[in-house]
């Protein structure tokens, strides 16, 4: 199982950023995925979960401006990142647990696999 997440970068308050997270070693389309960040000094946190059959969560700090979405045949989920703000500066994880669906606690980063990290800076 693997997991690699891409497009971070460095982007003005307000810029958009799409952050990709792709799998491999494991069929997504049966499988939930979270996004999770964490900043300098702070505890990771969940940030987004995409079930397999469609549902999607959101931390509320981030509802309205991030979308969570899925392209099973290309085994990667996104994460488009509107309207950023200089604290949505961390870096950014992909993981799953290997569930079919996002469980309630889905914002607790206990999962399985994780993918490396992208680093997404919002300068004001």
């Known amino acids: 199982v693997q997991l690699q997440a891409s497009g971070g970068g460095l982007v003005q308050a307000g810029g958009s950023l799409r952050l990709s997270c792709g799998v491999s070693?494991?069929?997504?389309?049966?499988?939930?995925i979270g996004w999770f960040r964490q900043a300098p000094g702070n505890k990771r946190e969940g940030v987004s979960c995409s079930s397999s059959d469609g549902n999607t969560y959101y931390a509320d700090s981030v509802k309205g401006r991030f979308t969570i979405s899925r392209d099973n045949a290309k085994n990667t989920v996104y994460l488009q990142m509107n309207s950023l703000k200089p604290e949505d500066t961390a870096v950014y994880y992909c993981?799953?647990?290997?569930?079919?669906?996002?469980?309630?606690?889905?914002?607790?980063?206990?999962?399985?696999?994780w993918g490396q990290g992208t680093l997404v800076t919002v300068s004001s």
């Open positions: 070693g494991f069929n997504l389309r049966y499988f939930a």
């Open positions: 993981a799953t647990e290997q569930r079919i669906l996002c469980t309630s606690r889905w914002y607790n980063p206990s999962y399985d696999y």
